[in-house]
Structure formats: structure tokens, C-alpha cells
């Protein structure tokens, strides 16, 4: 499963953290609907890369939920916790933007709830943590169902799952003012990890994206970019309201289309294009980018009396001098602390290993629950 196939996922990371920075430090305002779309694009690998590892566990012979459970949040909390807590830790000491006040909250993962609350994006250096946040509560709960949920039901249950989300998008607007709140509460990102779970879990009984899908796929892109490209109307406009649910749902289809492609792996010279050495590798880091690039951006703009660059302001210099930082401290956050972590994984498995070694003698290398344990780790290339 960790062969050419998977390395091309790691090339739609890239992209996925490429369109945020060009968001962030590049468009206009310091916004972009491509910055969304890039996080959109993330839920959708999570969900597809998580769920598959769950059902690959499960459909084990050796399979037991409470080891797979474990193994599970432990090989998220050697992934995510490490860099993340540092971040905050380097928060607190520096104060930068007085984000002292919010920090709890942060820790928690609650950084959604805390933005929806106050309808406003303060402290900034911290609000990409809103999203961290909807993947750290996916992963409490997600696991539970795919474990432990009839497993001939579970692909009902992330259908389920999307219907519920796209439900919530037509009550909030009628329930309140459109708010942050739309966007950050749980059940507005659901339908895009929900679509990814859907497409594992079609490719655990054989199956993969359907015909339509495979084929209608661009011409919803196509419809996705002519509503983006309308103009929106002013605040609570008839329009505004569709046009919000429709940039949210119309991508579903193509990201999910995407991922199936690129995990089924992309051929000819558009394959070695997605298995190129700096792409792949902007991939494996791409956790720390999306982590650190606000605070390299909070510094560039400090710094700037010394940079022969505009990176006061979103164009080329700043893309340029704090994407290079960005990427130049998640490369030496990966080498130096994150890879070294995460080689505590291999203590692990979510297949548990035979008890004693004769086991495997005695069976060979047919023996089933030595070959789930091997087979499951090197699998989990998920990372948001």
C-alpha cells in the first residue's frame, strides 16, 4: 500500500498547503477562496487515509478494537501532538499578538469553537488552528464508529454523515445571520471528511469512485469556479446564501474524484510529475507548513526594515521570503524533531504481533496476524 500509489497523495498535500500560502500570503486581503478549497482538500485526504487504515485493521484476522484503539491515538498523538504543542508553548513565552488570553482553548482543540463564539478572527496568528481542531475531533470520534460500528454499515454511516453536514448548511442560515459560526462548527467540515471515509470505504469491498463521478467531475469544477467568479452581492443578498452553499459543495465531488485518481496513481508524464523529489517532500512536511507559516509571516513582516522585499503587504515578496522561511523551518522541524518521533510509531501496531516468534515459524510467512502487522504501518502517510 506504501508503494508509488500513496507517494502521489503526498503530492496533493503539497498542493493542499501550496493554495493556503498563496491565500495567506499572496491574494488579496490576505484571503482567497483557493486557501478554502486547499483546506477542503486536506479533510478529504484525512478522511480517505484514516478510514482505510481503521478497515484494513478490522478486516484483519488478528483484528482486537481496544488494540487498534490504542495504537490509533497513540500514533496520532507521536504525529500531531509534538509540533503542535510547541507552537503553543512558543506562543506563550513570545505573546505575540496577546494570544495569552485564547490558549486554553487552543490546547483543547476547541480553536473552532473559540472563533465561532467570537465571530471574529482574532488572535490571527492562530486561527489556521481552527481546522487542527475539526481533525483532532474527527479523530476522537471517528475511530469509535469504524471500530466498533456493524461493519457492513459503515459505508451507510459516511453517507449519513455527508447528508447530515449538507443538511446543517440549509438550517444554520435560516437559524441565525451568516457568522463564522457557518464554517467552523463541526458539521460544516464533516461532509468533505465524510467523502473521503466514503471512498475508503467503497475501496474495501472492491469498489471506487462511480462512473458518474469519475466523469462529471470536471464539469463541477467548471460550475465551482463560475459561482466563485460571481460576484457575491452585497451582505444577506438572496444570492449570498446559495452561493455559500454551493462553493462548499460543489468541490466535493472533484476532491473526491482527485484523491481517487491519485491514490489509484497517475501514469505517464503526469505521474512522474507527482512523484518528483521536492513535491513529495513538500508534502511530508506540509503539517509543519500549514503549523508554522502565520508566525514566519508575524516575524517576516517584523524584519521588514532589513528585507529588500515588500513583505508588508500580500504579492510576490511575501509569498516568496515567508513561504522560504515556512518551508526552511518545517524542513529542519521534520528532520530534527517530528521524523525522530514518529519512528516511536513501529511500538504501535494496530494488529497486535504473534506473542511468541515460534508462532510465526510454526505458520510461516502465511502466519495472518504477522503479515496485518507488517502490512498496516507503513500505510499511515496521513498527516493534515
Request: aromatic content about 14%; proline content about 8%.
Amino acid at each position: 500500500m506504501a508503494g508509488g500509489r500513496d507517494l502521489q497523495l503526498d503530492t496533493l498535500r503539497a498542493l493542499a498547503v501550496t493554495l493556503v500560502l498563496y491565500s495567506h500570503f499572496f491574494a488579496p486581503d490576505g484571503t482567497s477562496f483557493l486557501g478554502h478549497l486547499g483546506v477542503r482538500l486536506f479533510f478529504v485526504l484525512s478522511g480517505f487515509l484514516i478510514t482505510r487504515l481503521l478497515l484494513e485493521a478490522r478486516d484483519a484476522d488478528q483484528f482486537a478494537a481496544g488494540t487498534a484503539l490504542r495504537s490509533f491515538y497513540a500514533r496520532r498523538a507521536l504525529r500531531i501532538f509534538p509540533p503542535y504543542f510547541a507552537v503553543l508553548a512558543f506562543v506563550w513565552f513570545t505573546d505575540l499578538e496577546q494570544a495569552r488570553s485564547s490558549l486554553v482553548w487552543h490546547a483543547l482543540y476547541l480553536s473552532n469553537f473559540w472563533y465561532a463564539h467570537r465571530n471574529d478572527w482574532t488572535p490571527w496568528l492562530l486561527c489556521h488552528f481552527w481546522s487542527l481542531s475539526i481533525e483532532e475531533q474527527f479523530y476522537v470520534a471517528w475511530p469509535l464508529i469504524v471500530l466498533l460500528a456493524p461493519r457492513r454499515r459503515i459505508e451507510a454511516i459516511t453517507i449519513g454523515v455527508i447528508a447530515f453536514s449538507l443538511a446543517y448548511r440549509f438550517y444554520w442560515p435560516i437559524a441565525a445571520n451568516p457568522a463564522l459560526a457557518r464554517d467552523l462548527l463541526p458539521p460544516a467540515s464533516m461532509d468533505a471528511l465524510a467523502c473521503g471515509a466514503l471512498l475508503a470505504a467503497r475501496r474495501a469491498r472492491g469498489a471506487d469512485v462511480p462512473r458518474w463521478m469519475r466523469l462529471g467531475w470536471p464539469a463541477l469544477a467548471a460550475v465551482f469556479l463560475l459561482v466563485v467568479w460571481s460576484d457575491p452581492g452585497p451582505a444577506n443578498s438572496a444570492w449570498e446564501w446559495p452561493r455559500w452553499v454551493l462553493v462548499q459543495v460543489l468541490p466535493l465531488v472533484p476532491l473526491m474524484a482527485i484523491v481517487a485518481a491519485f491514490s489509484n496513481g497517475l501514469g505517464g508524464k503526469l505521474g512522474r510529475l507527482c512523484e518528483l523529489p521536492p513535491l513529495l517532500f513538500l508534502g511530508r512536511i506540509s503539517y509543519g507548513v500549514y503549523l508554522y507559516h502565520p508566525i514566519l509571516l508575524a516575524y517576516a513582516v517584523k524584519a521588514q526594515p532589513w528585507i529588500p522585499l515588500n513583505v508588508s503587504e500580500e504579492g510576490p515578496g511575501r509569498f516568496l521570503v515567508a513561504g522560504a522561511a515556512t518551508v526552511i523551518a518545517a524542513s529542519l522541524s521534520w528532520v530534527l524533531f517530528e521524523k525522530p518521533l514518529n519512528s516511536f510509531k513501529r511500538y504501535f501496531p494496530y494488529v497486535a504481533r504473534p506473542r511468541a516468534p515460534g508462532e510465526v515459524r510454526r505458520f510461516g510467512a502465511n502466519y495472518p496476524g504477522a503479515k496485518a502487522a507488517l502490512d498496516l504501518q507503513p500505510t499511515d502517510r496521513s498527516y493534515p
